[in-house]
C-alpha cells in the first residue's frame, strides 16, 4: 500500500504474517492509486503543468473514495462497492494521463537540451568569437554547461529522473555519436570522391549542402557580431516575445465528450449498449462492476460470444443428436433479460420457453435453442426435404417435437427448451444497427480486404451470422465455457433523460456508446482533447514581434547590398545568397526562443518560491509538450518573417536579369545560345580537354540526363577559328527517343584575348516540345561544368592544358 504525499513511493507492501488476507480490494487499489496520482499532480501544479481532464478525473475519485468511507462506516456495503468500483474506474482513467504528463515533461527537457547545441554555437560566435579551434569547442561547451545547470535547477524534468545527470551524459554521449559518424561519413566520402577524380576527372560541384550552410552560419553571425545593438534589440524583443507566448497562452487537456447521430442504427428500446470500437472482448470486472452500481436502476443484459475451432478460417461446434450432427457457426450467450428488451416471444416456435433468470449462488441449466432448419435436420424425419419451404404449422410441429430432447455440444449434455424461427430472428438488430450474433470473420475479412484497413478510431459496421447458423445458450452458461462478454445492454426503469447515465458511464469507460435518445440512435464516446485559449490574443504581440524581424532582416538586406554584389562576382549562387539571410533569422529565432524559455523557467520557479502573487495569476507552462509547442510557433514566426526579405536578397544577386536561366528561342529545330563564361586563350585547350573527359565518361552509360556517342575534339569540328568539343546525345527519359547533336565552341572574343562560349544544338529526333523541356536538364548539367572549371586548383587546370594541347585554338 501506499503513503500519501511521497512522489516517488514504490509502497510498503503487505507482511504475510500480518495480512492473512487483503480485503476491502476495490477500496484499496483505488486509495493506492488516488494517493500515488494525488502527489505527481500536485508536484507537477507546482511548476504550472495542469491537465484539466486529469483534474477532473481525479477529483471525482476523490468525491467517490469518500463516499465509500462513509458507506462503509455507516455498514451500508451495497453503496460501498458500488462507490469503491467508481472510484477505480475514474482513478485508473486518470492514472495513464499522469504518467505521460512526466513522460510530457521529460521529452520536452530532450527537445531544448537539442536546441542548446546551436544556441549555444551561436552565443559562442557572437560574445567570444574565438579563432582557435580549442578556444572556440571550449567556449561552445562553457556555454552549454552554463545553459543546461540552469535548466537542471529550474526544470522539473530533473526531479522526476531518478540520475539527473545521467541525462547530461546521455546526451554528451548521443552527440558525440552523432558527430563522429558524421566525421566518419565525412572521410568516407572523401575517399570515394578522390578514387573518382582519380579514374574520371573532377567534374562534380565541391560544394555540397552542408558546407553551403555551415559557410551561410559563419557569414550570417559575422554580420550580427558587427551590428551588436540590433542584434541585441532583436533578441530582446523575441525573448520578451516568448515568454509572453509560454505565460498567456493557455493549452488545457480535456475528456471531451462526443456525441452525434449514428445513421446505421436503430431504436428497439430507449436505452443503451456498451461495446468497443470493434468487437473486442472485454472484462468481466467491467460488467460487474455496472451490475453492482447500475443494478438498481436499469436492466443490464450481457451478451457473450463463442467461435469453435477453425478450419479455413471459419468456425464449426458439433451439435450430436443420436448420432446425427450438424455444425453452427457459432453459439450466442443472452439472458433472461433480453425479452425486456426485444420482442423475441414472436420468434419462439410452439411451446418454445427463453432462458429463464440467473439466481445467485445456484448453477444455471445448461440449456439450448435451436433454429427450426436445425430441429428439422435432428429429427431426420423419413421423407423429409432439408430445402422444402417450411409452413407455418410445420415450424410449430417441428419444434414441438424437438422440445425436451437432449442434444450433445462442447463434450456437454444440453436440453433443448426452444426452437425459434431464424427468419424473424434476424429482423432483430440493436441499436448499433447490426444483429445479437456474433460477427462472421471470413466476411469482415472480405470486407476489410476490398474496403482497406479501417481507422481504429472509426466505428466499422459489421456483417454478423445469421440466427440459421447460431444457436443460443445461457450467458453464464456460455461463460463457463470460455465465451467472451462481447457488449452489455442497459434499460433503465426511469426512460427519462438518459444523457446524465450516459455521460457518467463514458467518463469512466474507454468504451462506445449507442444510445437511443428521443427516438433517434446516437454514438457516444469519449476521448481525449486539447484546447488552446488566448492564442488570438497574442495574435497582435505575434504580428508586432513579426513585423520587428521583418523589417530587421529587410534593413539587413539593403544595407548589405554591396555586400552581396561582391558574393555574385565570387560565383555564389542567387539562392545561397537568400538562404544566408534565412539562417541568420534562424539563429535569431533559437536565441530568443531559448533564452526566453530559461528566463521563463526561472521565473516560473522563483514566482513559486516566492510566492508572487502577480506571477501566480499567469499560466506558466513551461515543463510540458505545449512550451515545445509555443516555442515551435515563435520560431516559425521569425522564419516566415523572414521570407520575403531573403527573397528580395536572391533578387539582388542577379539584378535586371531572371532569377533562372531559360533556354533561347528555338529556330528550326535548331538552339544557339551564348553561355555567360570566358576562360583565357591559354587555358582553353584545357577547358576543351576537361569537358572531352566529361563526355567520354558518359559514353555508352545510360546513367544521368544523357548519355553520349561520337565524341569529337578540336578546332576542325567546329567550322570556323577556335576550338571546342562536339557530340551527338541522347537525352531522358529514353524512352521518348529524343536525340541531338551538341557543339560546344571557344571562340575569341573581339579585341579581348578571352574566349566566350557558344552552344548550338540540332535536333536529330524527338518531338519538339519534350526536346525543348528535356533541354533545360541537359543545359543546367553542361553549365554546371563550368563552375566546376572555374573552382577548380591552378595546377589541376595547369595539367589539363598540358594535356589539351592537341585542342589547340585554330
Not at 486529469?54 to 471525482?60: D, E, G, I, K, Y
Not at 436503430?266 to 449498449?273: E, R, S
Not at 570556323?720 to 568539343?725: E, F, I, K, L, R
Request: neutral net charge.
Amino acid at each position: 500500500h501506499i503513503a500519501p504525499g511521497e512522489l516517488f513511493n514504490t509502497g510498503n507492501g503487505f507482511a504475510i504474517d500480518d495480512t492473512p488476507a487483503v480485503r476491502h480490494t476495490y477500496m484499496q487499489s483505488a486509495t493506492d492509486m488516488y494517493r500515488l496520482d494525488e502527489s505527481r499532480i500536485a508536484f507537477f501544479g507546482s511548476h504550472g503543468i495542469k491537465n484539466a481532464r486529469v483534474n477532473t478525473l481525479h477529483r471525482l475519485a476523490g468525491d467517490a473514495l469518500e463516499k465509500a468511507r462513509e458507506a462503509l462506516a455507516a455498514r451500508n456495503y451495497q453503496d460501498y462497492f458500488v462507490e469503491a468500483k467508481r472510484a477505480l474506474g475514474f482513478e485508473s482513467r486518470a492514472y495513464p494521463d499522469v504518467v505521460g504528463m512526466a513522460n510530457d515533461v521529460v521529452r520536452g527537457l530532450v527537445f531544448y537540451l537539442v536546441l542548446l547545441i546551436p544556441f549555444a554555437f551561436a552565443t559562442e560566435r557572437l560574445f567570444l568569437a574565438g579563432r582557435r579551434i580549442e578556444t572556440r569547442i571550449a567556449g561552445i561547451v562553457a556555454m552549454f554547461l552554463a545553459m543546461f545547470f540552469i535548466l537542471r535547477f529550474t526544470h522539473p524534468a530533473f526531479r522526476i529522473v531518478l540520475s539527473p545527470m545521467i541525462v547530461l551524459l546521455g546526451f554528451a554521449v548521443a552527440t558525440l555519436s552523432v558527430v563522429i559518424i558524421s566525421i566518419v561519413m565525412a572521410k568516407l566520402e572523401a575517399l570515394v570522391s578522390k578514387r573518382k577524380i582519380e579514374q574520371q576527372g573532377e567534374h562534380e560541384s565541391g560544394v555540397q549542402a552542408v558546407s553551403g550552410f555551415a559557410l551561410a552560419l559563419e557569414l550570417g553571425i559575422a554580420n550580427m557580431r558587427r551590428r551588436r545593438a540590433r542584434t541585441i534589440l532583436t533578441s530582446i524583443t523575441l525573448i520578451v516575445l516568448t515568454f509572453s507566448v509560454l505565460s498567456f497562452m493557455s493549452v488545457t487537456a480535456q475528456l471531451r465528450i462526443q456525441q452525434y447521430t449514428y445513421s446505421d442504427g436503430a431504436t428497439p428500446y430507449k436505452g443503451a449498449l456498451l461495446r468497443t470500437r470493434n468487437w473486442a472482448p472485454f472484462p468481466f470486472e467491467t460488467y460487474a462492476s455496472l451490475r453492482n452500481e447500475y443494478g438498481g436502476e436499469c436492466t443490464i443484459a450481457p451478451r457473450r460470444w463463442y467461435y469453435g475451432a477453425l478450419v479455413l478460417n471459419r468456425s464449426f461446434i458439433d451439435i450430436d443428436k443420436d448420432g446425427v450432427i450438424r455444425s453452427v457457426s457459432a453459439l450466442a450467450g443472452l439472458t433472461a433479460e433480453e425479452l425486456k428488451f426485444f420482442d423475441i416471444k414472436s420468434a419462439l416456435l410452439g411451446n418454445s420457453r427463453w432462458i429463464g433468470p440467473h439466481v445467485e449462488g445456484v448453477t444455471p441449466p445448461e440449456e439450448i435453442l435451436l433454429p427450426v432448419n436445425f430441429a428439422r435436420d435432428f429429427l431426420n424425419e423419413p421423407g423429409s426435404d432439408p430445402q422444402a419451404v417450411l409452413s407455418s404449422a410445420e415450424k410449430e410441429r417441428i419444434a414441438n417435437a424437438m422440445i425436451g430432447r437432449t442434444v450433445r455440444m462442447l463434450g456437454r449434455e444440453f436440453d433443448v427448451i426452444g426452437v425459434y424461427d431464424w427468419e424473424k430472428m434476424n429482423e432483430l438488430v440493436d441499436i448499433d444497427g447490426e444483429r445479437l450474433t456474433p460477427f462472421d470473420p471470413v466476411e469482415m475479412e472480405k470486407k476489410f480486404q476490398e474496403e482497406g484497413t479501417p481507422d481504429p478510431e472509426s466505428v466499422q459496421r459489421y456483417i454478423h451470422h445469421s440466427f440459421k447458423d447460431v444457436a443460443i445458450v445461457s450467458e453464464q452458461v456460455l461463460g463457463n465455457l470460455g465465451g467472451d462478454l462481447r457488449s452489455v445492454a442497459l434499460l433503465p426503469h426511469d426512460p427519462g433523460d438518459l444523457t446524465p447515465l450516459l455521460e457518467n458511464l463514458i467518463r469512466r469507460l474507454d468504451y462506445i456508446l449507442f444510445a437511443n435518445l428521443d427516438g433517434t440512435p446516437t454514438l457516444l464516446s469519449s476521448r481525449n482533447a486539447t484546447r488552446i485559449s488566448e492564442l488570438w490574443n497574442l495574435l497582435i504581440l505575434m504580428v508586432i514581434a513579426g513585423l520587428i524581424v521583418f523589417n530587421t532582416m529587410l534593413g539587413s538586406v539593403f544595407e548589405r547590398t554591396k555586400e552581396i554584389g561582391t558574393y555574385t562576382a565570387l560565383g555564389i549562387a542567387p539562392s545561397h545568397i537568400g538562404r544566408l539571410f534565412m539562417v541568420e533569422a534562424g539563429v535569431f529565432a533559437v536565441l530568443g526562443v531559448m533564452a526566453g524559455y530559461v528566463a521563463g523557467q526561472t521565473v516560473s520557479r522563483l514566482a513559486h518560491a516566492l510566492d508572487i502573487p502577480l506571477l501566480n495569476t499567469l499560466e506558466l507552462n513551461y515543463s510540458s509538450m505545449a512550451g515545445v509547442a509555443a516555442c515551435l510557433l515563435v520560431m516559425g514566426m521569425v522564419l516566415l518573417s523572414s521570407v520575403y526579405p531573403s527573397r528580395k536578397a536572391s533578387e539582388l544577386g542577379v539584378p535586371d536579369i531572371e532569377r533562372r536561366w531559360k533556354l533561347p528561342p528555338t529556330k528550326e529545330s535548331r538552339i544557339a545560345l551564348q553561355l555567360p563564361f570566358t576562360v583565357s586563350m591559354h587555358e582553353a585547350p584545357g577547358l576543351v580537354a576537361f569537358l572531352k573527359e566529361y563526355l567520354d565518361s558518359h559514353v555508352d552509360v545510360s546513367v544521368g540526363n544523357f548519355y553520349v556517342e561520337e565524341v569529337q575534339a578540336g578546332p576542325a569540328v567546329i567550322g570556323g577559328s577556335g576550338t571546342g568539343v562536339t557530340a551527338r546525345f541522347w537525352l531522358t527519359p529514353f524512352d521518348l527517343g529524343i536525340s541531338q547533336y551538341t557543339t560546344i565552341a571557344l571562340r575569341v572574343l573581339e579585341d579581348m584575348n578571352v574566349c566566350g562560349v557558344e552552344v548550338s544544338i540540332e535536333r536529330l529526333s524527338g518531338d519538339a516540345s519534350s526536346w525543348r523541356r528535356a533541354n533545360g536538364h541537359f543545359m543546367t548539367a553542361i553549365r554546371s561544368q563550368f563552375l566546376v572549371w572555374r573552382n577548380l586548383t591552378p595546377q589541376a587546370r595547369a595539367d589539363y592544358v598540358s594535356s589539351g594541347k592537341e585542342f589547340a585554338l585554330a
